[in-house]
């Protein structure tokens, strides 16, 4: 697909249910766009020389911001990228649980690519890139669908400078790190991200993070952790990223922020509370979830931290030594390993979503323990044997959620909407194609979680008050316009766990700074996404 040309039609969206972003009731009007603005909104506006979309029937929302996505090289490969802009995503904010492709270094940049098959694969592009400067100028000389925001990943500025080392950043090290921060920070990203259950970023401690994010303030940006754990000591974790919020004075984004785990079923409440509480004493916090109880990564993210230490090819040296293998099962099994979130795995919760060598693909689809059961074999020996099979690039589901608390956390008043989609694999998670008709379909209507002029909040409104977009996450003349168009009655995710492949139902219209990428359903030639850059403070 190309880019389009600069000149475009003017726009008439005639008589929908305008749900403008503010959480006031819908009305019936006209919505104009002229260029990739929104010119008017009102009543019987004049249809002269211009092209009339008839959304009778249908609401015209803000487009949907992603504030949890994976496609970091998705927007570089795939120009049709369906899987987001058909559930009306205009924007998405990638670079995300600290491992991302800047900034990186000559060295670095390799081992990322192997460490992070399992999230984006690899495909065949140009890595020339090193800077967000960079990454950024590759997204524009692209021209994605929709549009690009980055973070900060605190795990690739961490190997760039400490490399996959256990152990505390020296002073030396932290200035690095500090001024790498700041440079991408200038560079246009929106904030820094860490994935504190993933090498090498879990190996930084509180008072490390504390430093990087204390810089990320000084620029107007936010935190969005990954933190230690969604599992035993998740409530101990959320209090440790709310306290380095505290006292680095930066905002804070709690990415897919739930409690996972038996151990944690039906105690969003009290995460609800830490955070509220630290609401009232002026922190800044916002979160994002996903409206599925499945969490989904690499089945490498289960090891424990010290397997991992050295990178990929280590960790694939590390494994073929058998009294490894059998410290890495008794931790896995019985003790609970900070890859898992200190939870004992159990096997059967642990679901093969892709696999990056296709020999394996019979594997695909099936849980460790039936493989295992199959085998007439140990779960973590099937485990192993896999890992080191598919050289760390195996993504996996981990069915591990609760439905109350997923409930409990789309409600609260500082909530916005993330797929954490990893588009790769077989068999990839389905909210990588359904998450936001979900929210809209079997929360809002069927189930009555929120109402429709709440979600539009939470899934437009909110997340782009939190980036500091000022012209996008609301329909008002002046406005940028990036717009959805949805039928309230039909707007349905159809991707399952069995087929995630499906395009949602009931979104036949999606505009991208004017322009239609998705027209009666159907994938247009228009690429009119650009990168996101944050405003200088």
């Known amino acids: 697909m190309s880019r389009a040309s600069s000149a475009v039609r003017p726009t008439l969206l005639r008589g929908g249910l305008v749900l403008d972003g503010t959480g006031r009731a819908g009305r019936r009007a006209d919505v104009l766009l002229q260029g990739d603005r929104i010119a008017a909104v009102g009543e019987h506006l004049d249809t002269t020389g211009v092209r009339i979309v008839d959304a009778d029937g249908l609401a015209v929302a803000p487009g949907f911001i992603d504030m949890h996505a994976h496609s970091d090289l998705a927007v570089l490969s795939d ?29 670095t940049m390799p081992v990322l690519l192997e460490q992070l ?87 930084a401690d509180t008072a490390e993070l504390a430093a990087l994010c204390a810089v990320v303030a000084r620029h107007g940006g936010f935190y969005a952790p990954h933190q230690r754990s969604y599992g035993a000591g998740a409530l101990d974790a959320y209090a440790e990223v709310i306290d380095i919020a505290r006292s680095s004075g930066c905002a804070l984004h709690l990415t897919h922020a739930t409690m996972n785990f038996g151990v944690n079923r039906g105690r969003a409440s009290e995460l609800v509370a830490l955070i509220d509480s630290a609401l009232a004493d002026g922190v800044d916090i916002t979160l994002d979830t996903y409206p599925y109880l499945a969490g989904s990564t690499t089945l490498s993210a289960l090891l424990p931290s010290w397997a991992a230490v050295g990178g990929p090819e280590a960790t694939i040296a590390r494994l073929g030594d058998q009294e490894v293998q059998a410290r890495v099962a008794h931790e896995l099994e019985v003790v609970g390993t900070d890859g898992c979130h200190g939870v004992p795995v159990d ?43 598919d050289r760390l690039g195996t993504s996996i589901l981990q069915h591990v959620g609760d439905e109350q608390n997923v409930r409990t956390m789309m409600r609260h008043q500082r909530h916005t909407g993330g797929s954490d989609g990893i588009l790769v694999g077989a068999k990839p998670h389905p909210r990588s194609w359904g998450t936001f008709p979900r929210y809209l379909g079997h929360y809002v209507r069927e189930e009555g979680v929120l ?5 539009i909040v939470h899934l437009s409104a909110r997340p782009a008050a939190r980036l500091g977009l000022t012209d996008r996450g609301r329909i008002a003349p002046g406005l940028t316009a990036d717009l959805v168009l949805f039928d309230p009655a039909t707007v349905a995710d159809r991707a399952t766990y069995a087929d995630p492949r499906q395009q949602a139902a009931g979104i036949p219209w ?24 944050r405003v200088a403070v």
């Open 79 to 107: 120009s049709a990228h369906l899987a987001k802009v058909s559930q009306g995503v205009t924007t998405e904010l990638v670079g995300q649980d600290g491992l991302s492709y800047a900034p990186t270094t000559d060295e």
């Open 117 to 203: 098959a399992g999230w984006n694969g690899v495909p065949d592009l140009e890595y020339s890139w090193r800077s967000v400067a960079g990454y950024l100028a590759a997204v524009d000389a692209r021209g994605p669908a929709a549009n690009v925001a980055y973070l900060i990943p605190q795990g690739s500025v961490r190997m760039a400078v400490v490399g996959n080392e256990r152990r505390p950043a020296t002073p030396d090290e932290l200035d690095r790190m500090r001024a790498i921060v700041a440079q991408g920070m200038r560079d246009g990203a929106f904030g820094l991200s860490s994935g504190l259950t993933y090498v090498p970023g879990m190996f």
């Open 347 to 389: 096997w059967a919760t642990i679901e093969i979503s892709g696999v990056r060598d296709q020999a394996l693909a019979s594997a695909v689809g099936r849980s460790i323990s039936a493989i295992a059961a199959d085998r007439g074999a140990p779960p973590s020996s099937v485990y192993l044997e896999l890992l080191v099979a």
């Open 451 to 455: 109402t429709l002029e709440d979600a």
């Open 510 to 533: 999606v505009f991208v700074a004017g322009r239609p990428v998705l027209a009666d359903g159907m994938r247009t030639d228009e690429t009119p996404g650009r990168a996101l850059r």
